[in-house]
């Protein structure tokens, strides 16, 4: 027999129970007969046939919207059921009790492209500028898990991001920086990289003697990332990298309590095209599908849910992008409560990171993209995110410049000190619009889950080609709808200016000098490293891979050992296999 979708056991679960509506039904009843007198008298003809209509933008869900949105777009709302309180059940309102009052979001901005030792100093600028987390973007080279003397490599090193090879530069990046009171978000992306790239910050912790148990911050090891979202030249089945995925969660849990082991990455997947829908849906039957491996494995749902987190993209659609986060929330204590059973509060939170997008920013009339990336961040607060980055105006040419990076955080600071809409909890709750919308959200959501799993969920989905060919769909009729002016994009479909005179834009160059350094640092580590220990550390990490050990604990050994980063990918490549996604036929 099948197993039950989600979305069939919060029907069977869920019950009715007694319905208290917030509206009175006399009042609803008057008002309908007032709401349509008005329509037929004051409407005009050509608004009352175009009632609906449905706003096309960039990443958008094609959402119908009304006109106007009264109490009867949502007559049964119930407001303990649909809305509670803030820190209460269904967390609606958001996860804690004063929400922004208590701890306003942590500001966390990319830290550009160099050297380990210009990654350093750029950690220590934005730290002294007011950031409170670092964000690691790794380069290109380190992203495929190459080393930057590998021929895959030219060309890559120091490009968006830092390059690292082994615990030395882990060392030289962290230098006179108190990782045990700063979080530092590593975007590892893949599950194969953060299980070799998160021992090197860890042994680089172990060689400074600070404690794990006292390590805050975040990975965002998912295998969507790697299996799906990715383009390059190796990959290993998908099946696999999801068990390395949930192997780095149990290691993580077990050894770094304070570290979040993975940041299911919405954002990437709806950055490479498509709806916030379907972004929600996929990361959701990741979670889902990880619990449930988790618990399979002697887990406790409620010890290994409460370090979950998830990484979402705002896009253009702003009131979508409010009710997206809201109903998501909503929608992942339910999961938590009637499908897990969870008892634990912290675990029914739905924790989030928000980039602002950058696919949305243009090259045309780049300081637009200040504006765009303004409301992007406006809508990511008033939704509840836990943490924020600001996409700068200059990153749809480059990695952002020092002074773009600096106007970004100061951003979230205007947002944060100056508006006051942080003095307030869900200052959007309540809204006839934004609740109709929130709970539309989380019915297409729900709807999206329930299609995923009943193709026998997300690692299925993935191996099959399935996805691969929703988003391949999604975002091919995006395009023609941008080349055709159905999405309009200011300054570059639509109220264009070609005469104006535009900023000049600092753009980041590759440096072949960095990449000597780094060549040259490889070559050095490895002739005064023990390359018999080193070697025997790669064997034991391909026999893990082979057998059910958890391969964190062998990817450790290796770094302790001086092994560098692409080593320990080709040793999962000569386990595993390499795979190719299959062409997938409606």
């Not at 900023?503 to 072949?512: A, F, G, M, N, S």
Request: aromatic fraction near 8%; charge should be negative.
């Amino acid at each position: 027999m099948a197993e039950k979708t989600t979305k069939e056991i919060l029907k069977e679960k869920i019950k009715p129970g007694e319905h208290v509506p917030l509206y009175n039904p006399r009042a609803v009843e008057k008002l309908k007969g007032e709401f349509e007198k008005w329509q037929n008298t004051v409407v005009s003809k050509k608004d009352k046939d175009n009632w609906w209509v449905t706003p096309h933008t960039i990443l958008g869900s094609d959402i119908p919207r009304e006109l106007l949105y009264t109490p009867l777009s949502n007559t049964d709302l119930d407001y303990t059921r649909d809305l509670g309180f803030s820190g209460q059940e269904p967390y609606t309102r958001g996860i804690h009790t004063n929400m922004y009052r208590g701890r306003t979001f942590t500001m966390r901005q990319i830290f550009g492209a160099g050297s380990p030792e210009y990654i350093n100093k750029r950690i220590k600028m934005l730290l002294e500028h007011g950031a409170t987390g670092t964000n690691w973007a790794l380069d290109l080279a380190t992203v495929q898990m190459f080393d930057s003397d590998e021929p895959e490599a030219l060309g890559q090193v120091a490009t968006v991001g830092v390059p690292i090879d082994c615990v030395e530069d882990m060392e030289v990046i962290c230098k006179d920086i108190p990782i045990d009171k700063v979080s530092n978000s590593i975007i590892t992306h893949f599950p194969r990289n953060t299980a070799i790239i998160f021992p090197m910050f860890l042994v680089m912790a172990e060689r400074r003697g600070v404690p794990w148990t006292e390590l805050p911050g975040s990975v965002q090891n998912d295998f969507i990332m790697e299996s799906l979202v990715r383009s390059a030249v190796e990959y290993i089945p998908p099946r696999d990298d999801f068990r390395i995925q949930c192997d780095n969660i149990e290691f993580i849990r077990k050894n770094v309590p304070k570290w979040n082991f993975v940041t299911l990455n919405g954002y990437n997947l709806r950055e490479w095209g498509t709806s916030g829908v379907t972004e929600m849906a996929v990361a959701l039957a990741n979670a889902i599908d990880t619990l449930k491996d988790m618990i399979r494995r002697g887990h406790d749902c409620d010890w290994i849910a409460e370090r979950l987190a998830f990484f979402w993209a705002p896009a253009n659609d702003f009131m979508e992008e409010v009710a997206r986060l809201r109903a998501v929330r909503r929608l992942w204590y339910k999961i938590m409560k009637y499908r897990f059973d969870a008892t634990n509060p912290r675990s029914m939170w739905m924790r989030c990171h928000v980039q602002t997008s950058g696919v949305s920013l243009t090259r045309e009339e780049p300081m637009n993209n200040i504006v765009r990336a303004a409301f992007h961040a406006l809508a990511a607060v008033l939704g509840g995110a836990q943490s924020l980055h600001v996409d700068s105006y200059d990153e749809a040419y480059s990695v952002p410049s020092e002074e773009a990076s600096i106007l970004s955080l100061r951003t979230q600071q205007i947002i944060e000190a100056e508006t006051q809409i942080t003095q307030v909890v869900d200052p959007v709750g309540g809204s006839f619009y934004v609740e109709a919308l929130t709970n539309e959200m989380e019915r297409r959501i729900l709807d999206e889950l329930d299609e995923l799993e009943r193709r026998g969920g997300v690692v299925e989905a993935v191996t099959s080609g399935w996805l691969h060919n929703r988003v391949a769909r999604f975002i091919e009729k995006e395009q023609r709808m941008i080349a055709d002016g159905e999405i309009k994009v200011v300054g570059k479909n639509t109220y264009r200016a070609p005469d104006l005179k535009m900023p000049e834009i600092w753009v980041h160059e590759y440096d072949e000098k960095i990449a000597k350094q780094m060549r040259d640092k490889l070559a050095s580590l490895r002739q005064r490293r023990n390359n018999e220990k080193a070697s025997s550390a790669i064997e034991a990490l391909i026999q893990a891979c082979k057998k059910s050990d958890n391969v964190m604990q062998y990817t450790l050994e290796c770094a302790r050992a001086d092994v560098t980063v692409g080593e320990m990918r080709r040793a999962f490549v000569k386990a595993f296999g390499s795979w190719k996604s299959p062409l997938y036929m409606a």
